[in-house]
Structure formats: structure tokens, C-alpha cells
DNA sequence: GTAGACAAACATGTATGCAAGAGGATGGAG
DNA sequence: CTCCATCCTCTTGCATACATGTTTGTCTAC
């Protein structure tokens, strides 16, 4: 996250804590692996060691192997047995079912809301997503990230945090193809069309109505985003 | 050879690894303070330290460390930053949660079974569950490992590793408050009949039947466990 | 040229040493 | 007695040293 800080002093030849105000060494080096994964620096089925991380990073192998364990609980990375680690190979078996999975917990969530007393959560949406078209927002980044609020906050509405839990470990976890559906911006305008509507179902109470448009929205997306991976990913292995 | 040489020449008792046959500490220590956990040994909110689980496991910090933080990502420790460890404190309402999103994915899963072509995986469910009475398993361990199978089951049935997974991390973690409710034996009649009745309609595919019956059986068994924890709970802080 | 033995390089698993910070104990001032 | 500053102990966070096992490349026998 504070790419700054890797610039700073080099040359400290024994333990040299300085880590002040910045997160736990650990949490670095997690966000930072991550984020290689994620921006396909490195690719799926790369193999590397603790060593090169923690001589990257400048930091020693003990928090390394605390970030690696991390991710591999988490399902990005796999350990060999005293062989190295390697990043999980594309699995696209396995989307299809973190989609799936997700579907079944937004569709719980939404039953679950429609069926509540409180739609007060859910009124907030109106404002993003309720608009004139010439409000909306351009920066595909920013677009993504209300997308994610947007079924983020229908699930939080429901009011389980052990659900919204499980439900944000599978959208971080497909966050890594679901970016590339984004930033190449092709289903912008049609997020609003169908988040405006199963918004207005939910509104509504029609629980049937807005669970066959989420799950036809959650499909539509799904199938773009598995066309434009296989694409991003064919080039990411020819540079 | 110089190091070991010199090592062994030296005769200082260092390291002591004798591993042998056993998996790695880490998974030991991960496992002994588990079972500590579940069994009341380590009672809800008391403190710890990474040194006195390395003296009493005959270890050294650095696997208990990796255990411990294992552990806390499941949700069954805290870890105090710089101010030691602490259990978990029961908290009912995180296991009403849970409870609910177990309900969820196994029903999501008896409607994907209903609906998919493959009851294959679910004809095995009966050479267990529609037996008569006289053939109930007495023994009330094994009788809540095969009501976990049962549930466990109807879920890998839907084919969809994430959900599997997920259910098992639920399971897993409500089963702190469930082998009470067996180990009683209070409800190991009404588990039969409830998964008998459940397993009948999955066989004739209707699912809606069997969504409600499963509804009802873990409403009944979540609602007898909640009573038996407290009332076991107290017991275990008296003593 | 090929197969097998063997050793060196290298990977992780584990133990240990050191530094910084959190929290309680202590002692003096009011 | 109470309050506050200070110190000291204890605990974790991280770095490093060492042990063990895997891989790989090489040398030799055939």
C-alpha cells in the first residue's frame, strides 16, 4: 500500500525496526504479493521462493512466510513441501462456482431484505444508481468499485456479518478477472441499466423479480468477464 | 559437511528436530490448541501467551506463532498486538449467523440436487438414514459425525467446491456448541427422523418440501444447542 | 549414449536472539 | 490517600542461524 516507504534508507546492517506509523511488515508484504498477483506481474503457475519476496520487499523471510500462508489459506498462492510456492493456475472451473456461490448469497440477502422491515440500507442506493445517464460515472476504476458497493451493500443490509464476510472473500477473490471486465469499460452503461432495476424491484418487495434480475445480471457479467480474461491473459504470457 | 561437523563436535544439545514420523509442528500445535479450545480446557476469553504454548508443546515460538495466526483467521483466537492472546469469547449471535448461512448453502444445495439430473451422491444417504430404529447408532460421537456426513453430503452432492468448502468452515465452527448437543444425546432420535423425512423428499425431488423440513431441523437443533452451551458453560467456569 | 550413484545447491521448517512497545509496579509530590 | 511520571517486566514482531529434505547436475560404469 506505501510504495513510499521503499525508497527510504537502504544501508542498516542489523534489525532495523523504524516501522512507526506503517502497518505490520506482514501486511505489507500480503498487499504487496497480492497486488503482483492481481496485476499479473506475477502469472498464474509462477514459481518463487520466500527468499526472492523477502529480498525484494527488504524484509526477512519470517513475515514473508506469514504473508505466503496467508494467501495460501486464502486460495492465491500453494506451498511445495520445502520446494517453493507457486501461484495458483487460472481455474476457470473455479470461478464458475465462486459466481455461483455468490449468487447464492446475494439472492439469500435480498429475500432476506425484501422480507425486513428496514429498507432504509437500501434507500441509499437510490442515489447512485437512480440517476439521468449523463450522471454517470466515467472512470471505469471508480465504476467498478461502485459496482461492488452496490452488491456489497444489498448483502451488509441483510444484516450477517458471517454471510457479508463470506460474500467479500468471494468478491475479493474474483476481483482479479472482474477488474479486466472494467477497465476495458464494455459493460459500464449496462450495470446501470441492471442494477437500476433490480433496485427498483427491491424496492419494490418483488423478492422473485429481483432475484431472476441479479441472477441474470450476475450470468451476463460472469460470461464477459470469462471472454476477456482468456484474451488478458494470452497477452499477459506473450509479453 | 563443515557445519554439521562443526556442529556436532561442539555437543551443544542446539536444535532438537526429531520430527519423525509426525506431520510438521505446526500442524500439531494448530491441532492441540484447537482441541483445547473445543474442549473447554482454554475456556472463552482467556489470555495466553506464545510461550507458554511453545513450553508446554515442547516447541520452539515460531510454529505456535504460525498456528496461532492460523487460527485467528478462523475466527477461534485474538491476538492482542503486543499484549499476548486471548480465546475467542462466545458470542450467540455470531453463531446465529452462522447457523443462517448454513441454512443457505444447504439449501441451496438440495435445490440444485432437485433440479440437477445426478442423485446419485444422495441414494448412498440411505443405507444410513432409512433404517429402523432398532439399528440407530447408540454411540453419540459417532452419531454427530454422521449427522454432520448427512448435511456435508447433500452439499458435495451440488457439486460446487467453494460452497463445500465454505459449509465445511461453518460446520467446523459451530461444532464447538454442537458435539454438546450430541454428546447429550438429547436429540439423536429426532436428528433420524428429521433426516429421514428431509431425505424422502430430496428422493422424489421436491424441493421445496425439503427446504422446509431442513429449515425446521436446524432451526430446532440450533435453538437445543443455545440452551445446552450456556447451561455447559456455566459448569466449566465453576470449576 | 544411457542409467544409476552421489554430492552440492537450495528450499522450507524450526529454533533462537534482539528490539520496541504495552501495561503494570513503584515511588514521589500534592 | 490520590495522582502522575517513571521504570521495569513481559510479550510480540522481526531477523538470523541452523536442520532437514528435495532437486539437480555431474561423474562413472556399462
Known amino acids: 500500500m506505501s510504495k513510499a516507504d521503499e525508497a527510504g534508507e537502504a544501508g542498516e546492517v542489523l534489525n532495523e525496526p523504524q516501522v512507526g506509523i506503517a502497518g505490520s511488515r506482514v501486511d505489507h508484504v500480503y498487499n504487496r504479493v497480492k497486488e503482483d498477483i492481481f496485476d499479473f506481474r506475477l502469472l498464474p503457475g509462477d ?5 526472492q519476496v523477502a529480498d525484494r520487499l527488504k524484509v526477512s523471510r519470517t513475515p514473508v512466510r506469514e504473508a505466503l500462508y496467508r494467501l495460501e ?13 507457486s501461484v495458483r493456475p487460472f481455474d476457470f472451473v473455479m470461478f464458475e462456482n ?16 425484501c422480507d425486513g ?41 441483510a444484516d450477517n456479518p ?15 478477472i472482474r477488474r479486466l ?14 442494477h437500476a432495476k433490480i433496485l427498483q ?3 419494490r418487495r418483488r423478492a422473485d423479480a429481483a432475484c431472476s434480475l441479479l441472477k441474470a445480471h450476475i450470468e451476463e457479467s460472469r460470461a464477459e468477464v470469462r471472454k476477456i480474461t482468456i484474451h488478458r491473459l494470452q497477452a499477459a504470457r506473450q509479453s
Open 181 to 194: 471486465d472494467f477497465t476495458q469499460g464494455y459493460r459500464v452503461e449496462r450495470t446501470y441499466e441492471e
Open 201 to 203: 424491484a427491491l424496492l
Open 162 to 176: 458471517e454471510i457479508a464476510r463470506v460474500h467479500n472473500d468471494v468478491i475479493e477473490r474474483i476481483r482479479i
Open 117 to 157: 422491515p428496514d429498507l432504509a440500507r437500501i434507500e441509499e442506493l437510490k442515489q447512485v444508481w437512480l440517476v439521468p445517464d449523463a450522471e454517470h460515472v466515467s472512470d471505469s476504476l471508480r465504476a467498478a468499485e461502485l459496482d461492488e458497493a452496490f452488491h456489497t451493500t444489498i448483502v451488509d443490509a
Open 73 to 85: 489459506r486464502e486460495g492465491y498462492v500453494f506451498v511445495h513441501f520445502r520446494n517453493g510456492w
Open 47 to 51: 514459481r518463487f521462493t520466500e527468499s
Open 98 to 113: 465462486l459466481y455461483e456461490l455468490r449468487l447464492v448469497l446475494e439472492t439469500a440477502a435480498v429475500r432476506k431484505v
